[in-house]
């Protein structure tokens, strides 16, 4: 059956890209769509790596380079469900520096964005899966000034990347979000309008939505047939009709069940009215509402009662009686040659009422008014006068705010809110939920709240600042440099440990150091160092990456320009350059401490913050680094779990062991862990199930495991 579903994924792939052809309802080149030319701010255009298309050098931090919304719309209803797509560009990026090459972001929120960091040789894809934020990290160094092509290809749960046509990575990774937020939008080399700007030139951006989008930049590369994304299309046509056949059994059980159960038994249909059962085709009359009703296989029909025509004789006039369906003739009154039927008043020096055909003078008082006498009217065949309504709505003598329709009612007013917002009060409605929406200024460690005028913030437990900017607080402090990253818990720097960085990893005992076998290990605060023996045979020369090094002898590391080592009696020392501030020539990549200009400052994600060249900081599950006013950031280092079952909880950057496996987090397409429903049919994982005879029970095979769960909303309905 594999192998079947292999073919079949093989010729749909063939048939999406035969002919090496990309069909251009299926692929954006962004450069195109956004119009790029060399008045844009920040952009020049100039000689690409070919002549063929646009290349333009981005180098202002002042540019502003997004789609428009429609090109943002097409972006949106492209990816729209899609589980494979690539982005192909071909960059120049300047030494030494880190930015977006690509974004597809809606407020915070990065759904597709491709960065690469020159200061730390990283290829960096940021995406979101099930509403959280992932990135995978890949160490290649793109930063060094010469042409490279770029082709990142997400195929369902697994991303392969290529540069210059050359298959680097292969990863399988979470499937990203690709339902996009209403409201998103593309941006080109930067993050947003203040930060991740790309240094260098930029040609041929593309984003293709077929299988294999590489070949479009490589054509001599090999496809792989079927891609993932193919095979989990087969795999969710057959997922889907499982749950159809599971359906349609349990349907046709039923109905079986039934039909045996009616074949014993005569059912009448009855109907119940007021806790009143009638039996099928029973009639009766429904006084208040002047129907007649029966009862009609077990539904009720109900038809007004039909009156018959009067014909009053000339003293009487049809009226309505209380108590009665139709109306009936009664004697009529007649005064000042106006006719008066039954009921009707009069005010003639005092009131009367015809009754009988006679006007009979009526005693009761009318009702105290709480109006002036012009405000008061006297209503037709009445005889006590009565207020006047005001229309507070039109005479604007009313206190509904903006956002409000104001209603008349009688004696009074209402304010209903306009479509679309939300009531604060009797008289006020905002906009809509500030901080529900998304559009609130608050940190993501602070408890926004809406308010009449706007949203309020206020910082977590644990965490301090004025809401806008909230920061972790560690009781004790982190100790040895030591980065508080959420309520009293710091991340500690190499060489030591414990919740507030107060322990020395002892690399010695552990085994974790790098002291060759002839020479002797000795413990440090925060590092060790090795000894060497004395004796004749002790040169003092000291091995180093497969070489030697004389003694006395200084040298700089390739992999860091920053660190100076040097050779003494047979031990390597290693430090940090030193850092002369008052040499006009001294190294600010290496000495960020001495770079006072404004320009190298950086301002934290929020726009709130600012921070100097060489400071650090964390930001949601993210080191960030400021480096010559450009701010980089990677994803915090989390342990290693050898346990089966792990989740990352709400507010948490890393992952802790569970035993629950339904709580776990999981493969959604790891279809190798099957399950058995306790009607004996297996499923597949990831399959998700109505429990038979429990409608309000859903059920999903996850992990090995039957896990289900019940709406209460569905038991209150049902």
């Known amino acids: 059956m594999d192998g079947m579903l292999a073919v079949w994924a093989c010729v749909l792939a063939a048939r999406a890209v035969l002919g090496l052809g990309t069909d251009p309802d299926l692929q954006i080149d962004v450069i195109t769509e956004l119009e790029l030319v060399n008045s844009t701010r920040g952009v020049t255009q100039v000689f690409g790596v070919h002549n063929g298309s646009k290349a333009f050098l981005f180098q202002d931090g002042q540019r502003e380079i997004h789609a428009a919304p429609h090109m943002s719309e097409k972006v ?3 990816f729209r469900n899609k589980s494979e797509f690539t982005f192909l560009a071909s960059i120049q990026q300047r030494s030494s520096t880190s930015g977006v090459i690509l974004s597809i972001r809606e407020m915070e929120h990065s759904f597709f964005e491709l960065e690469s960091s020159g200061l730390r040789d990283e290829i960096r894809y940021h995406y979101r899966f099930n509403g959280k934020s992932r990135t995978e990290a890949f160490p290649y160094r793109l930063a060094d000034g010469q042409w490279h092509k770029i082709a990142l290809t997400v195929s369902a749960s697994h991303v392969l990347l290529h540069v210059d046509c050359n298959r680097i990575y292969e990863r399988v990774i979470d499937p990203p979000d690709t339902n996009l937020s209403p409201g998103s939008s593309l941006w080109l080399g930067q993050r947003n309008r ?16 077929m299988p294999n989008g590489y070949i479009t930049q490589c054509p001599n590369l090999n496809r792989t047939c079927p891609t993932c994304s193919d095979f989990l299309s087969l795999v969710q046509g057959i997922m889907d009709l499982q749950e159809l056949l599971a359906k349609m059994t349990a349907k046709l059980n039923y109905a079986e069940s039934r039909l045996g159960q009616l074949e014993n038994c005569h059912c009448e249909k009855t109907c119940q009215v007021r806790e009143v059962i009638y039996r099928d085709k029973d009639s009766w009359v429904e006084d208040d509402h002047c129907r007649n009703c029966t009862c009609k296989n077990g539904a009720v029909e109900c038809r007004r009662m039909l009156c018959p025509p009067l014909n009053c004789s000339s ?3 049809p009226v309505h009686i209380a108590g009665q369906c139709c109306k009936v003739c009664r004697p009529k009154c007649i005064y000042g040659g106006r006719e008066l039927a039954e009921g009707d008043r009069i005010l003639a020096k005092s009131c009367r009422e015809c009754k009988n055909g006679a006007l009979q003078k009526l005693t009761e008082p009318c009702p105290s008014l709480n109006c002036s006498e012009t405000d008061r009217v006297l209503p037709e065949n009445q005889c006590c006068s009565v207020c006047r309504d005001i229309d507070e709505c039109a005479a604007k003598m009313h206190y509904c705010h903006s956002n409000t329709v104001c209603v008349n009612l009688p004696g009074s007013y209402r304010c209903d809110c306009v479509s679309g917002f939300i009531r604060v009060d009797d008289f006020s409605c905002t906009e809509h939920d500030e901080c529900g929406g998304g559009e609130s200024s608050c940190d993501e460690n602070a408890i926004c709240a809406n308010s009449v005028l706007g949203h309020s913030c206020t910082c977590k437990p644990g965490y301090v600042g004025n809401g806008t900017v909230c920061r972790a607080f560690c009781e004790e402090g982190c100790r040895y440099g030591g980065t508080c990253v959420a309520p009293n818990k710091c991340l500690c720097p190499s060489g030591f440990t414990g919740s507030h960085c107060e322990k020395d990893i002892d690399e010695c005992a552990l ?6 076998n002839d020479s002797a290990c000795v413990n440090l605060e925060g590092g ?10 002790c040169t003092g020369d000291c091995p180093h990456e497969g070489g030697l090094k004389r003694n006395g002898q200084v040298w700089t590391l390739k992999e860091d320009r920053c660190s100076v080592c040097s050779c003494k009696d047979g031990k390597i020392f290693c430090r940090r350059t030193a850092c002369d501030c008052q040499n006009p020539s001294v190294d600010l990549f290496c000495c960020p401490e001495c770079d006072t200009r404004v320009t190298s400052q950086c301002l934290d994600q929020t726009g709130h913050k600012v921070y100097h060249s060489g400071d650090n900081w964390t930001y949601g599950c993210q080191q960030c680094q400021c480096l010559e006013g450009e701010v980089d950031c990677w994803p915090l280092t989390c342990p290693i779990l050898t346990c089966e079952y792990t989740t990352i909880s709400e507010g948490e950057c890393c992952s802790h062991c569970v035993d629950d496996p339904c709580i776990a987090d999981s493969d959604p397409y790891d279809i190798s862990k099957t399950c058995q429903d306790p009607q004996g049919i297996t499923r597949l994982g990831g399959s998700v199930w109505t429990m038979v005879g429990s409608p309000c029970t859903t059920c999903k095979c996850k992990n090995g495991s039957v896990c289900c769960s019940v709406d209460l909303d569905c038991l209150h309905n049902n």
């Open 76 to 78: 949106i209803q492209l």
């Open 194 to 209: 203040k930060h991740g700007f790309f240094k260098g030139v930029i040609q041929d951006v593309k984003i293709i939505f």
């Open 315 to 317: 003293d009487s006039l």
């Open 511 to 516: 085994r974790t150091h790098t002291c060759w």
């Open 528 to 537: 060790f160092d090795c000894l060497c023996p004395s004796g004749p045979s």
